[in-house]
């Protein structure tokens, strides 16, 4: 850190401030992601930490790092928000026809997906020994999902352990807390996260034969209404989900069931435009119009692969497309 820079920056100016955390800004709303698994309020946590940090920079005694710093007001503006009054409503367009009696009800309706746009250029900054999760591991939709289900400060102590690698003293001080709390907590967050952990093949490489052809065969199976082959390209513990709906499908019979009822919902999805979110693959769904001929945003699919299987889908609507670049109608 500059000592310049911090100076000028105490004196008022703000492109001195920026020069100073501009550099933390992808990592901070990465971090407010995972606390809050929505993108729209992590950008909103993001802008309230940046705003806390520049009327606060009187306050910041050089003991740490400017990083560690904002990563403190970073997590406490996320924790301020968890102990709130509740999360923003979030209004579910109604599917056109009555689901199938789902396996499970989510309990993460404000469930959003991360653009890998987003993540590029972030590189671990020295993680530290007890950083567990490898980093496209703790960006995928099934670790957000599972971190939103812990309790605040479990869910705080996790991402600074075992994500971001602090040491208990050093999280302690972030938090507030002693570190035989923060032991404790951490202790109780990795035994839910084990349990909710998939146990299973190693993902493949990222783009390799394998995965590209997988994808190919599931858009295929997709765009086609296949039910069959759909089902083919599964593990027997698939999970389907669609946040903001409730609804929850888990295995190859339960999804069946979905996929065969909700075949007229589906009926005219003509194009998978490719997206990437959360390191994983990625489809913006265009239905054909019957009258127009045109194609019609009608929502996001994200997928996870284990080993050559896909191992959940989670469908998104239209609201999240703004954060991929997804134009509304193609010709």
């Known amino acids: 850190m500059s000592a310049e820079l911090l100076q000028r920056a105490r004196a008022g100016d703000r492109d001195a ?49 400017i990083r560690t710093w904002l990563y403190r007001i970073a997590t406490n503006r996320c924790l301020n928000l968890l102990r709130g009054s509740g999360r ?11 689901p199938p009696e789902p396996t499970a009800l989510g309990e993460v309706p404000w469930l959003q997906p991360y653009p890998d746009v987003l993540l590029e250029g972030m590189s671990d900054h020295a993680p530290g020994p007890e950083r567990l999760y490898e980093s496209r591991e703790a960006i995928s939709l099934a670790f957000v999902t599972a971190v939103q289900l812990l309790p605040p400060n479990q869910r705080a102590v ?26 404790n907590a951490l202790k109780r ?36 209404d296949d039910v069959d082959a759909l089902v083919a390209l599964m593990t027997d513990d698939v999970w389907v989900r669609m946040p903001p709906l409730p609804f929850e499908y888990r295995g190859t019979a339960a999804v069946r069931r979905f996929f065969t009822a909700t075949a007229a919902h589906r009926r005219g999805i003509a194009r998978l435009v490719p997206i990437a979110a959360n390191g994983q693959p990625a489809w913006g769904e265009y239905r054909r119009d019957a009258v127009t001929g045109g194609l019609h945003l009608t929502g996001v699919e994200v997928v996870g692969i284990a080993g050559d299987l896909i191992c959940e889908i989670t469908r998104f609507e239209t609201t999240v497309a703004q954060y991929f670049g997804l134009p509304r109608t193609l010709d």
């Open 17 to 65: 401030f920026t020069a100073l955390v501009d550099s933390h800004r992808a990592e901070l709303q990465v971090h407010c992601y995972r606390m809050l698994g929505s993108l729209q309020d992590a950008e909103d946590a993001l802008q309230d930490t940046l705003l806390a940090a520049w009327l606060g920079l009187d306050g910041f005694e050089g003991r740490s790092s």
């Open 158 to 183: 996790l991402l600074l352990r075992d994500v971001l690698g602090y040491r208990a003293r050093e999280a302690a001080e972030l938090l507030g807390l002693t570190e035989d709390a923060v032991t």
């Open 189 to 224: 967050a990795r035994a839910t996260m084990d349990a909710a952990r998939p146990v299973g093949p190693p993902l493949p490489p990222l783009g390799g034969p394998e995965e590209k052809e997988l994808l190919e065969r599931f858009v295929a199976a997709f765009t086609n």
């Open 88 to 98: 923003r409503p979030m209004a579910a367009v109604p599917l056109p026809i009555s």
